[in-house]
């Protein structure tokens, strides 16, 4: 739990200094975390403290305070540990005080690690210790070091020959010069800068589906070298695929090494020079690469989480189609298409199965029971899941519809990952105990219609497949971050608290799993909620939950009509106050929002309600219990377009954006096999960052530009559509251009495309 006692003032200055942030705001987020405030809730409800700072600036808070505490402990245990060998000079002890890094603290430290037995600890076994401080202290004495180092043979102690001597003092030397903090700190930067990650295939390693293929002989600055590609050749040589290793130019180390070991010339120059090369080769090359590697790592590991939450909070928030019953379809061959049939509060109403596709073709009979599950259950949707078959059921699926003159029904392929995790789930087990496992995946595909965020907050995230090398980052960090996402998605639309899932309740602000438990054990026993209130009757419901959670679950239709709404229990009174103003009952200002706007906010303030929390509870005087994600749109896939076969360059289409990543966006255009988007064709103009232009979710026009089905690669382009004048039309020519009608230059164009895109 962060705190701001915990931190002396200096290192919440620089918290603030790195952040850029208000020291002031700084203070007061730690001390609202310390009093067991979270994230959501400070971030929402007390903006005044804060200074209005959002939840991405309230979680660097935390996570700097949580970095600089364990810096504290750590070096706390530094400086036991080297006063215990009675060797903490005053010196030392303010630069271990001074230092605001782990790995600078880890480098004055190391020196004085327990280490095992070394070239250095022998030399000095062997006494040879006075003759190395000779060397490096660099002062001239009568006798030459001939005569100097002469006197250290002794062949009791192992040193035959003044060769051996000075060699042995090479060795201290080159340890000493390998520990030095300044010089490690210069030559990692030089390393980071200005190495580069070089791979290379294992000699007789075995990769058959050539999943390294553009990694056996690789080269690319490490200070440039992008997440996936680190993350890529990390993974083939975890797999003994590949072998990778940090290379760096021997030149500019050397140099500034004896630059700064060589102070003056003398006799000792030599013997220096020689411990210099011996630390680099011997000892610093491979100690600094290790750490170079590791700080790829973090940072490819940042960065592939950066884009995991990113594509899960995308997903999170899909638009939903909202309080319609849903007929969910997880399409089957053999065993035939699983049906489930949920009303528009996602409660299971009947299941079923048909077989509309191969060996068995019932069309006539899968008919049949689809238009007496749409008639008994006022079914106004169709959610089929994107499996196997997925596109043969949809085109049953708008089959039937057109000719059975269902009116005010629509199909939908939706996103089904990690519906299987989830039906051999615990909480689907407690859900539906007495169901099939494909009948749960059924129900799941047409929850995820009605509402994304409630069905797949039941998922482990990293089971829902918008990751990129999930399975490589650290996961501690990885599932920090996600739960952290889940949790502000949760929040920022609230959950109604007499319809939620415990799944979806454990992730409000203040609600753990036991808690979350305990009120749906409460709403089964005593009925839907009334009022907000009466969560303190709850067991293991107090106060401060009440306050971190209340202004995120909403009741309809209860007895406080602002329940419904994202204003805080502690704002209802200011909330009578603006009503009683306008001569009005809180209902009637609900219902007529136009009153809002004659409002005169300054009037309203109070000591802890300021300008920030009143604009807020006014926002959503004007639209209450608003949603606010965008409005449900579907994407409509070309009908006769099932594999990549059907594919030809030129054809345009219509799809959705299923992942987003640093090189680019997979889009699903209905055949199976997700298409790639590069960076470089998601738009005209030049794009960094693929999420400036695309998102998780997102309805897309596409055009093909190259399709092999042999090897399951589709390439896409939006940018194509954006520099054509092809009409705007929202579905693709039923008989799209043959490939021959092209001109010869443009299929050199598409092929060199494809295999450009191949090879990234």
């Known amino acids: 739990m962060s705190s701001a006692k915990q931190l002396p003032a200096a290192l919440l200055n620089v918290i603030a200094q790195q952040l850029n942030l208000p020291v002031s705001s700084v203070v007061a987020t730690l001390a609202l975390l310390d009093e067991g405030g979270t994230v959501p809730f400070i971030a929402r409800y007390r903006k005044e403290a804060t200074g209005n700072l959002d939840e991405v600036a309230i979680g660097g808070i935390e996570e700097k305070a949580a970095y600089f505490r364990e810096l504290l402990e750590r070096r706390e245990t530094v400086l036991h540990s080297i006063e215990e060998q009675g060797k903490l000079t005053p010196e030392l002890k303010a630069k271990i005080e001074a230092v605001l890094d782990k790995c600078e603290l880890e480098d004055l430290y190391l020196p004085f690690r327990p280490k095992r037995r070394t070239k250095a600890t022998i030399a000095r076994d062997k006494g040879l210790e006075p003759l190395a401080e000779y060397l490096w202290k660099q002062v001239p004495e009568e006798r030459g070091l001939e005569d100097l180092a002469a006197s250290f043979v002794d062949a009791g102690k192992g040193v035959a020959s003044v060769l051996e001597a000075l060699e042995g003092a090479r060795h201290i030397l080159a340890e000493q010069i390998s520990e030095t903090a300044e010089f490690r700190s210069y030559l990692r930067q030089i390393m980071l800068g200005e190495g580069r990650v070089v791979s ?453 289409l219509e799809g959705a954006v299923t992942n987003v990543t640093n090189f680019g966006a997979f889009v699903d255009v209905g055949v199976h096999q997700d298409g790639l988007v590069h960076v470089s064709e998601l738009s005209a103009r030049f794009v960094k960052d693929p999420y400036e232009v695309v998102k998780v979710g997102q309805v897309v026009r596409v055009q093909v530009l190259s399709a092999d089905a042999k090897a399951k690669r589709i390439s896409l382009s939006i940018k194509a559509l954006q520099q054509s004048d092809l009409p705007k039309v929202k579905h693709v020519p039923q008989a799209p251009p043959r490939r021959e009608q092209k001109p010869a230059s443009m299929e050199d164009k598409l092929a060199k495309l494809s295999d450009r895109f191949r090879s990234r």
């Open 200 to 652: 290379r295939k294992v000699e007789d390693a075995s990769d058959p589906d050539g999943k390294f293929k553009m990694y056996y002989e690789y080269s690319e600055p490490a200070a440039k070298i992008p997440s996936h590609r680190m993350l890529a050749i990390r993974r083939g040589s975890e797999e003994g695929v590949l072998y990778f290793q940090i290379e760096l130019d021997s030149v500019q180390p050397l140099q500034y090494l004896k630059s700064k070991v060589i102070r003056q010339p003398g006799d000792w120059t030599p013997q220096l020079e020689m411990a210099v090369e011996d630390a680099w080769k011997r000892l610093l090359n491979l100690s600094i690469q290790t750490e170079v590697r590791l700080e790829l790592k973090e940072r490819s590991d940042a960065e592939a989480i950066r884009v995991f939450r990113e594509n899960l909070q995308n997903l999170l928030l899909s638009p939903p189609a909202g309080l319609i019953g849903v007929l969910g379809l997880d399409p089957g061959l053999r065993t035939g298409c699983k049906i489930a049939v949920v009303d528009e509060t996602g409660k299971f109403l009947d299941h079923g199965v048909i077989y509309p596709l191969e060996p068995k073709n019932d069309t006539a009979g899968a008919a049949r029971i689809l238009t007496a599950f749409i008639q008994k259950h006022n079914v106004r949707a169709i959610a089929i899941g994107n499996g196997t078959g997925s596109r043969e059921s949809g085109s049953f699926v708008q089959d039937f519809l057109r000719e059975s003159k269902l009116s005010g029904i629509f199909s939908v392929v939706v996103n089904e990952s990690g519906a299987s995790v989830y039906s051999a789930s615990e909480i689907a087990r407690q859900e539906f105990p007495h169901l099939d496992l494909t009948v749960r995946g059924a129900i799941s595909i047409a929850r995820r219609l009605q509402d994304p965020l409630a069905e797949l907050v039941k998922i482990d995230p990293k089971s829902i497949g918008v990751g990129q090398y999930q399975h490589d980052v650290d996961q501690r960090k990885l599932n920090t971050a996600l739960e952290g996402t889940v949790e502000t998605c949760v929040n920022r639309v609230g959950v109604d608290l007499n319809t939620a899932s415990f799944a979806l309740l454990r992730h409000v602000a203040g609600i753990n799993e036991r808690t979350a438990q305990r009120i749906v054990e409460f709403r089964n026993e005593n009925g839907r909620f009334r009022s907000r209130v009466q969560l303190m009757a709850v067991p293991g419901f107090g106060p401060k939950t009440f306050e971190q959670a209340a202004g995120f679950l909403r009741i309809r239709e209860g007895d406080n009509p602002l329940d419904v709404t994202a204003v805080h229990p502690e704002s209802y009174p200011i909330v009578e106050r603006i009503a009683q103003s306008l001569q009005i009952g809180v209902s009637d200002l609900i219902a007529k929002p136009v009153l809002v706007e004659k409002l005169k906010l300054e009037d309203f303030q109070t000591e802890k309600a300021g300008m920030y929390t009143l604009r807020d509870i006014q926002e959503e005087l004007r639209k209450p219990g608003r949603d606010p994600r965008d409005k449900f749109v579907a994407p409509q896939f070309q009908v006769g377009i099932k594999e990549i076969s059907d594919l030809t360059p030129g054809m345009v």
